[in-house]
């Protein structure tokens, strides 16, 4: 049964500070790994996708990076920015099926 | 093209009063699924449905939650008889074929924000 998990679960930082989020996942059969922001009481936005076959997909100060052999990836955020500041979730689909599993997330709050 | 669409944002029923949650997948997108976020906690898959069908519901409690996806129109979640554990905020993902068959992502909803008093 895949888990996914998500460390730290809290994060402050001041103001452009460079800062990694951490996600592992147990089953490494994965088709893809996708990284979503989502705001307080709002809907969730999709930041980066990587496909099982990458290793790293990037979005302007967003980096994110995949090791499906050990079963992490990263969130990499430079220069953050008090708009940063938002739940950041990492979410696994496993080959063979279609349902995608969530961490819990890493609440991110960036100081002006 | 307005994404995918859930309305309404924010529900507010009674103890033992009936939930409908919609939602309209983007366009061309055939393939819905409905997720639940309690508060303070990760999001968790319900169930799996395409047009008129029903292809997982694993995560769907057994009693008083049902889903469907018919031919014309939005997709409903609906809860019978809520009770206050059913407070939380439901998701819905649309994709454009079968994830097992294509490698994309989901593109979510707002999502509606259901509370039980």
Known sequence: ?112 | NAGVMQNPRHLVRRRGQEARLRCSPMKGHSHVYWYRQLPEEGLKFMVYLQKENIIDESGMPKERFSAEFPKEGPSILRIQQVVRGDSAAYFCASSPQSIRTVNYGYTFGSGTRLTVV
């Open chain 1, 1 to 112: 049964k895949q888990e996914v998990t998500q460390i730290p679960a809290a994060l402050s930082v001041p103001e452009g500070e460079n800062l990694v989020l951490n996600c592992s996942f147990t089953d490494s059969a994965i088709y893809n790994l996708q990284w979503f922001r989502q705001d307080p009481g709002k809907g969730l936005t999709s930041l980066l996708l990587i496909q099982s076959s990458q290793r790293e997909q990037t979005s302007g100060r967003l980096n994110a990076s995949l090791d499906k052999s050990s079963g992490r990836s990263t969130l990499y955020i430079a220069a953050s920015q008090p708009g940063d500041s938002a739940t950041y979730l990492c979410a696994v689909r496993n080959t063979g099926g279609f349902k995608t599993i969530f961490g819990a997330g890493t609440r991110l709050f960036v100081k002006a």
